[in-house]
């Protein structure tokens, strides 16, 4: 037991190591030698360095610490323990990686021309490190701890907070970088987001169907045979009708959708499916612990 809940500790430090890493490198190997921006308080070290030349690793500590301290007094709890780890590590991998720039042993990546390249591979980068820190319940601490005191504060949305600090910031990048490179950098951050929900969310994708039908014990019998699928009966009552049935409920991969489907259909052709998308499933038959 002690062994478990140890690795239960483990796992998503060792996780926002990682995802932290990844994060740095692509800052320092795609973003800042291009001229391109990140938003939060990762935008502000970056505005820093274009306009004095700051260490991204030193500010980002400097502005994160005070931070920190408010979260740590205001929200507490294992999370903004993996915040500290999350902001320790990044400013750890970012020192790190600019003194291996420093020294020669990573030359960045940097393009006059080809700013779609530098987008695509910023996005992709950006969005898998932090797409690993936030599965494991990190963040990089900054507008992400102001956003949670607020939301808590004021019942603000989180997201609505992140966006705006980051209109904010990247908008007060205009003064030192081109308008070309806000656009590219506005690339790089949806990409970013699609592999950060992608990592979330989970790399297997199933379909739920929802079988409203009079006939839906038959059908679920059918498919636990021939299918070897699992499926739940649910009871309900027709709104309309008041009279009492079931709903069928399983969960199938993609390359079963046109088969449950056609069961369905050749049992009762007037079944109501619902298919819904679902991600990350985990039990027999799909993903195993």
Not at 36 to 52: K, Q
Not at 223 to 241: C, N
Not at 250 to 268: F, G, H, N, Y
Request: glycine share 10%.
């Amino acid at each position: 037991m002690n062994t478990n809940r140890l690795t239960n500790y483990i796992k998503p430090v060792l996780a926002i190591l990682l995802g932290t890493a990844i994060y740095a490198f692509g800052l320092l190997y795609f973003i800042i030698p291009n001229k391109l921006m990140e938003g939060g308080v990762t935008g502000v070290t970056i505005l820093l360095n274009y306009a004095f030349n700051i260490s991204p690793s030193l500010s980002n500590f400097v502005l994160n610490v005070p931070l920190f301290l408010v979260g740590w007094k205001i929200l507490g709890g294992r999370q903004i323990v993996y915040t500290g780890v999350g902001i320790s590590s990044l400013t750890f991998f970012l020192w790190l990686f600019e003194r291996l720039i420093e020294t020669g042993w990573i030359v960045p990546f940097t393009t006059e021309r080809d700013y779609i390249l530098v987008s695509l591979y910023a996005g992709v980068t950006l969005g898998a490190g932090l797409g690993i820190v936030f599965r494991f319940g990190g963040t990089t601490g900054g507008s992400d701890i102001v956003a949670r005191i607020l939301g808590r504060k004021y019942g603000w949305s989180m997201g609505q907070i992140i966006l705006s600090i980051d209109i904010i910031i990247i908008g007060l990048s205009l003064i030192y970088i081109k308008k070309e490179n806000i656009l590219y950098t506005l690339v790089a951050v949806y990409i970013a987001s699609k592999v950060i929900d992608f990592i979330q969310e989970g790399a297997y994708s199933a379909k739920a169907f929802t079988i409203i039908s009079d006939y839906a014990p038959e059908i679920a019998d059918i498919i636990t045979k021939d299918m070897e699928r699992g499926v739940t009966l649910i009871p309900a009552i027709g709104a309309y009708s008041k009279q009492a049935k079931h709903m069928a409920y399983c969960v199938v991969s993609r390359q079963e959708i046109r088969r449950l489907t056609t069961i369905a259909k050749s049992v009762d052709p007037r079944a109501f499916i619902i298919i819904s998308e679902v991600h990350d499933v985990h039990g027999e038959g799909f993903k195993e612990e």
